[in-house]
């Protein structure tokens, strides 16, 4: 068992770019999730899949996000025309039916938005 | 009101005394309580989890929960230097899965 991985781990981009960010949840785990963490901050919620159904958005998540996990397995986080607001830590988690909601996350990809 | 509150630190303990994290949350249809330790620079890791009233213990660390005062605590006994970092206390949601962090408490076990 790897744990939960995302690529790439640094991300900088110009603003207006679009960032398409990877996660590949611990095998087997059927829930995988999307958080952001800002500086100071804890992670803030932004969305999750029960395998490939995305059950829950966050009002975070503005227009310019989506997030796919199309065979159940990995997901990708999209942002389109990023803006400096956007740099943050992007973070995965995943968690298991059976284990009452213990989710662990990925080493994160830190987004910087020039 | 924030739904996860934390008192942000920096607490600082005596190597080997014990630290005692504090952690209120405003939903009282919260189940499920977690804390998390996140080094600087890292992603949080998931070291305790708790469900019913009381106390709950793991090696050094104990959890404990009293959810008619909307409270959950950490205590880590016999503190390391290793143990410094940022301690996130997380409830889920209403909505069921997703969980709400508070801001964390940084924690400083000085030798």
């Known amino acids: 068992d790897t744990g939960v991985s995302q690529d790439p781990r640094h991300k900088i981009t110009k603003r207006g770019q679009n960032v398409t960010f990877r996660c590949d949840p611990i095998?087997?785990?059927?829930?995988l999730y999307w958080y952001r963490q800002t500086l100071g901050q804890g992670p803030e919620f932004l969305t999750y899949f029960q395998n490939e159904a995305q059950l829950e958005k966050s009002r975070l998540l503005s227009d310019r996000f989506s997030a796919e996990r199309p065979k159940g397995s990995f997901s990708t986080l999209e942002i389109q025309r990023t803006e400096q607001g956007d740099s943050a830590m992007y973070l995965c988690?995943?968690?298991?039916?059976?284990?009452?909601?213990?989710?662990?996350f990925g080493p994160g990809t830190r987004l910087t938005v020039l | 009101q924030k739904e996860v509150e934390q008192n942000s630190g920096p607490l600082s303990v005596p190597e080997g005394a014990i630290a005692s994290l504090n952690c209120t949350y405003s939903d009282r249809v919260s189940q499920s309580f977690f804390w998390y330790r996140q080094y600087s620079g890292k992603s949080p890791e998931l070291i305790m989890s708790i469900y019913s009233n009381g106390d709950k213990e793991d090696g050094r660390f104990t959890a404990q929960l009293n959810k008619a005062s909307q409270y959950v605590s950490l205590l880590i006994r016999d503190s390391q230097p290793s143990d410094s970092a940022t301690y996130l206390c997380?409830?889920?949601?209403?909505?069921?899965?997703?969980?709400?962090f508070g801001k964390g408490t940084s924690l400083l076990v000085t030798p």
């Open positions: 997380a409830v889920n949601m209403r909505s069921g899965y997703a969980l709400n």
């Open positions: 988690a995943s968690s298991l039916v059976k284990t009452s909601n213990e989710q662990f």
């Open positions: 095998s087997e785990h059927n829930r």
